[in-house]
DNA sequence: TTATATAACTAACAGCGTTAGTCTGTCAAC
DNA sequence: GTTGACAGACTAACGCTGTTAGTTATATAA
């Protein structure tokens, strides 16, 4: 009955750290009650609902991908800065597997958090991409596939898909990525992808 | 009390209706039940479980994508194979969001099903890829790379990520695949992916 | 006609998120 | 120092989820 000091950001931190400890699927309003020892319903004193904690937790994950994306670009510009960004992207997918879940199912937030949550994760990107001197529809356009390329690579490696053939997963990584460089340079120099 | 001709079958398909037209989040055994005209428990006398059942589904909507894409590149070589299958791919997670969301969590099947399930969804793939004079490593890392930037977009495409930027998504996926198809090039005329 | 297997049923359990209503410890005002 | 109010804990309960056990009725094979 005595008030145990616990705060909605207590219960952000306990949420968060049980993510990261156990999956996003061990998250359950009994066992995060259960770690800040205090019944289930005492929760909801501290938040509105698991909706509106998720989204919490979303958010900060958020802001912690793209903190991981710019310092890696940080002092760096162009291929280089890219390549650094996709290999910190990797690392935080692979270091916090939870978190980087909730930052792909941003798809059942409110529209204005999700908005947020994606500029947050797509703005390290653009500022590596201002360094080429595309105008802005074609940066949007390369930001997409550069995206496309990273997560769909870390999802289907996450799902196991690559489980299933014998070559090396860091390799193909490292394809992918000068795939996209080239397709970029070929853009920038021969304007072959122009007029479309 | 009277048998109702429902086999294991005929819950399969109900269950492949009601995600076709309300979506995964719709799935229950309460509601799969109430479509069938039956009480709950009874779903049991077929199935054996949620997740087996799950496991057919993805085998089906593996089957169903799989044929989708062998449709596409029939009669089509390299290139203009390859623009089929991706166009055919999208057209898929488009029409039919949910069981392509099916397909997609393929991570928490038992090893055997999901290697099915993934060996079928990317035999079109090395099948288009099979043109190009490619070694069967490099298949494989070109397959990744191709299936990875599919899979991305439409994720992300889904996810709504695509919806805060003012830039045709269209446009965006053809620069994708050309993208994708420079690359390839560049690494057989060029070689310069060699020795990696 | 009888026996057996199939497939329906009801009742129940443990888990989930969530709400309503209650009690109590802490802090501010008089 | 006593009183009042609020914050934060509690218990009890609801409807949902998947699932199991045990029972009953029907259809089919002997």
Same mark, same amino acid.
């Given at each position: 009955?005595?008030?145990? *000091?616990?705060?909605?950001?207590?219960? +952000?931190?306990?949420?968060? $750290? !049980? #993510?990261?400890?156990?999956?996003?699927?061990?998250?359950?309003?009994?066992? +995060?009650?259960?770690?800040?020892?205090? /019944?289930?319903?005492?929760?909801?004193?501290?938040?509105?609902?698991?909706? $509106? !904690?998720?989204?919490?937790?979303?958010?900060?994950?958020? $802001?912690?991908?793209?903190?991981?994306?710019?310092?890696?670009?940080?002092?760096?510009?162009?291929?280089?800065?890219?390549?650094? +960004?996709?290999?910190?992207?990797?690392?935080?997918?692979?270091?916090?597997? *939870?978190?980087?879940?909730?930052?792909?199912?941003?798809?059942?937030?409110?529209?204005?958090?999700?908005?947020?949550?994606?500029?947050?994760?797509?703005?390290?990107?653009?500022?590596?991409?201002?360094? =080429?001197? !595309?105008?802005?529809?074609?940066?949007?356009?390369?930001?997409?596939?550069?995206?496309? #390329?990273?997560? *769909?690579? !870390?999802?289907?490696?996450?799902? *196991?898909?690559?489980?299933?053939?014998?070559?090396?997963?860091?390799?193909?990584?490292?394809?992918?990525? /000068?795939?996209? +460089?080239?397709?970029?340079?070929?853009?920038?120099?021969?304007?072959? =992808?122009?007029?479309?």
């Amino acid at each position: 009955m005595a008030q145990k *000091g616990i705060s909605r950001e207590t219960v +952000l931190r306990k949420a968060i $750290e !049980l #993510i990261e400890r156990n999956g996003t699927a061990a998250l359950s309003m009994r066992e +995060l009650a259960e770690a800040l020892e205090i /019944r289930t319903p005492s929760l909801y004193n501290h938040v509105k609902s698991m909706g $509106e !904690l998720y989204a919490d937790i979303s958010r900060y994950a958020a $802001e912690e991908l793209r903190q991981a994306q710019l310092a890696a670009i940080k002092g760096k510009s162009r291929d280089e800065a890219l390549g650094a +960004l996709a290999s910190a992207y990797r690392r935080f997918a692979k270091e916090h597997t *939870g978190l980087y879940k909730v930052t792909v199912s941003l798809s059942d937030l409110r529209d204005d958090a999700s908005g947020q949550a994606a500029a947050a994760i797509a703005e390290p990107i653009f500022l590596a991409l201002s360094k =080429y001197g !595309l105008d802005e529809e074609q940066m949007i356009h390369w930001q997409r596939i550069l995206r496309s #390329i990273i997560h *769909g690579f !870390l999802t289907q490696e996450e799902a *196991g898909f690559f489980r299933h053939y014998p070559a090396s997963v860091e390799v193909s990584y490292q394809m992918a990525l /000068r795939c996209f +460089l080239s397709g970029l340079h070929a853009e920038i120099e021969g304007g072959q =992808y122009e007029g479309q």
